[in-house]
């Protein structure tokens, strides 16, 4: 009977003690750590690896002496990169490459000839991977015969981007809306033969192919973050948080309202628009999102509605009855499709009027096309305001270019600081040449981190 009370005694403590670490585990878990600090100490290890002085640099002692045991075959070069690595909290560089395209009008060789010399497509004409982000700004269509082979050839490019991690952006210019419109004064009798018919066209760039890539892959503003903290393209400038949507219309917030000191990266983006953002425009905010909102609601009505006889021959319809003021304001000269206040305004007027919108937009520079410099990209107030439109259609005669923006944010000093190097190189590209048009390097601290 002892016996079996003994057995069912020890039963019940075997039960309690399950999962309880035993001596020997005990012994590995406390042991070690106090034999490393007695070598520390009593031997001064310390003086041979001042970083296990610092508990911040309990990686960097870890890994010397790694590589005073093992000695891996990285040679002195390697050595130095994974250390600084390790020291800096493996913080790795951030570089982004964007290139941007202006106007096109129906010429599929050109088009091709600048955005293979920019990197952005092969030989073949495929994603090339050179590039993480392609735009293009708008005026794909008119002036040339090559409308159908432009869009599907930007389409295609789309899908090969994104297949490999890349993005294109695409942007309605004052021509793709014009033709929306029925206004196709800039058509080519030539191009029209391209789809058949006139009803065809119609149809193909309403509620066909071309139209409904329009509605689904083309915008008429973005906003692209430099670095990935800002959120992806298109993330509304400025945040819920600021409750700057919620302002009257009347008040007129001073540009410092929109930096916050504790986001130094607040403004690293750019924006692109096919016109300009006009700083009078008056739905300039959120941006892009409300211009674009009112772009989807006014193409949407275009595209849907009975296609009226385009113009020439027959009389102009204009705007759709049931376009808002707000849409009537997005299509007229101030709006961000036909401005050209930035390239046909003094500088003294310009320079004085750029640093409140670029505010507001959450930007640091502004690029657009539409208004054509036969010589070259046109860089004004410090490139502030990039004008991309270089004629490259042979319609024009212009020259072939692209733009080219390398941003970089480059971790210096120990991770603990949180300081980053962060630069920004802005190029213009021709065929047989590059002109560097901005170089802006500056110092940021901060956890920066995709959101």
């Given at each position: 009977m002892q016996g079996a009370k003994t057995a069912v005694y020890q039963s019940q403590l075997r039960r309690h003690c399950k999962g309880l670490p035993n001596h020997s585990f005990l012994f590995w878990v406390l042991v070690p750590p106090l034999v490393i600090f007695y070598l520390v100490y009593t031997l001064e290890l310390h003086h041979i690896f001042p970083e296990l002085t610092d508990i911040k640099e309990i990686r960097g002692a870890l890994l010397k002496v790694f590589f005073l045991v093992f000695k891996p075959p990285l040679g002195s070069a390697g050595y130095d990169e994974l250390f600084k690595a390790v020291r800096s909290g493996g913080r790795e560089p951030f570089v982004r490459h964007i290139v941007a395209v202006g106007d096109l009008h129906g010429d599929l060789p050109n088009a091709r000839k600048v955005l293979q010399f920019s990197g952005v497509v092969d030989d073949f004409g495929n994603w090339a991977g050179h590039a993480d982000f392609f735009v293009q700004t708008g005026d794909i269509i008119d002036r040339g015969d090559d409308t159908i082979a432009l869009f599907d050839w930007m389409d295609r490019l789309r899908g090969q981007a994104a297949a490999s991690g890349g993005t294109v952006l695409s942007h309605l210019g004052n021509h793709e809306w014009m033709n929306a419109l029925g206004d196709w004064r800039y058509v080519y009798p030539t191009e029209i033969q391209t789809f058949g018919t006139v009803a065809n066209r119609q149809k193909m760039i309403s509620t066909g192919r071309i139209g409904r890539s329009w509605a689904s892959n083309y915008t008429t503003a973005s906003r692209l973050p430099l670095h990935p903290s800002l959120g992806p393209p298109n993330t509304p400038f400025p945040p819920q948080t600021k409750h700057l949507h919620y302002q009257k219309d009347d008040v007129e917030l001073d540009t410092p309202y929109y930096y916050d000191d504790n986001e130094p990266l607040s403004h690293?983006?750019?924006?692109?628009?096919?016109?300009?953002?006009?700083?009078?425009?008056?739905?300039?905010?959120?941006?892009?999102?409300?211009?674009?909102?009112?772009?989807?609601?006014?193409?949407?009505?275009?595209?849907?509605?009975?296609?009226?006889?385009?113009?020439?021959?027959?009389?102009?319809?204009?705007?759709?009855?049931?376009?808002?003021?707000?849409?009537?304001?997005?299509?007229?000269?101030?709006?961000?499709?036909w401005y050209r206040g930035w390239a046909m305004d003094p500088d003294d007027k310009v320079c004085a009027d750029v640093d409140q919108v670029l505010a507001k937009t959450g930007t640091r520079r502004m690029i657009m096309g539409h208004t054509p410099d036969f010589k070259g990209i046109v860089s004004r107030c410090k490139g502030k305001i990039i004008i991309i439109d270089t004629g490259i259609s042979h319609a024009y005669g212009g020259v072939l270019s692209a733009l080219s923006i390398h941003y970089t944010l480059t971790p210096i000093g120990d991770d603990v600081e949180q300081r980053w190097v962060e630069k920004e190189v802005v190029s213009a590209l021709y065929p047989e040449r590059q002109e560097v048009l901005v170089v802006d390097e500056r110092e940021v601290v901060g956890d920066f981190r995709a959101r």
């Amino acid at each position: 009977m002892q016996g079996a009370k003994t057995a069912v005694y020890q039963s019940q403590l075997r039960r309690h003690c399950k999962g309880l670490p035993n001596h020997s585990f005990l012994f590995w878990v406390l042991v070690p750590p106090l034999v490393i600090f007695y070598l520390v100490y009593t031997l001064e290890l310390h003086h041979i690896f001042p970083e296990l002085t610092d508990i911040k640099e309990i990686r960097g002692a870890l890994l010397k002496v790694f590589f005073l045991v093992f000695k891996p075959p990285l040679g002195s070069a390697g050595y130095d990169e994974l250390f600084k690595a390790v020291r800096s909290g493996g913080r790795e560089p951030f570089v982004r490459h964007i290139v941007a395209v202006g106007d096109l009008h129906g010429d599929l060789p050109n088009a091709r000839k600048v955005l293979q010399f920019s990197g952005v497509v092969d030989d073949f004409g495929n994603w090339a991977g050179h590039a993480d982000f392609f735009v293009q700004t708008g005026d794909i269509i008119d002036r040339g015969d090559d409308t159908i082979a432009l869009f599907d050839w930007m389409d295609r490019l789309r899908g090969q981007a994104a297949a490999s991690g890349g993005t294109v952006l695409s942007h309605l210019g004052n021509h793709e809306w014009m033709n929306a419109l029925g206004d196709w004064r800039y058509v080519y009798p030539t191009e029209i033969q391209t789809f058949g018919t006139v009803a065809n066209r119609q149809k193909m760039i309403s509620t066909g192919r071309i139209g409904r890539s329009w509605a689904s892959n083309y915008t008429t503003a973005s906003r692209l973050p430099l670095h990935p903290s800002l959120g992806p393209p298109n993330t509304p400038f400025p945040p819920q948080t600021k409750h700057l949507h919620y302002q009257k219309d009347d008040v007129e917030l001073d540009t410092p309202y929109y930096y916050d000191d504790n986001e130094p990266l607040s403004h690293s983006a750019l924006s692109f628009v096919h016109g300009g953002l006009s700083p009078t425009y008056e739905d300039l905010t959120p941006f892009p999102s409300r211009i674009n909102e009112l772009s989807d609601s006014l193409l949407r009505k275009l595209q849907h509605r009975q296609q009226p006889p385009p113009h020439p021959p027959n009389r102009y319809s204009g705007l759709p009855p049931s376009a808002t003021q707000a849409e009537v304001e997005l299509y007229n000269a101030n709006g961000p499709l036909w401005y050209r206040g930035w390239a046909m305004d003094p500088d003294d007027k310009v320079c004085a009027d750029v640093d409140q919108v670029l505010a507001k937009t959450g930007t640091r520079r502004m690029i657009m096309g539409h208004t054509p410099d036969f010589k070259g990209i046109v860089s004004r107030c410090k490139g502030k305001i990039i004008i991309i439109d270089t004629g490259i259609s042979h319609a024009y005669g212009g020259v072939l270019s692209a733009l080219s923006i390398h941003y970089t944010l480059t971790p210096i000093g120990d991770d603990v600081e949180q300081r980053w190097v962060e630069k920004e190189v802005v190029s213009a590209l021709y065929p047989e040449r590059q002109e560097v048009l901005v170089v802006d390097e500056r110092e940021v601290v901060g956890d920066f981190r995709a959101r």
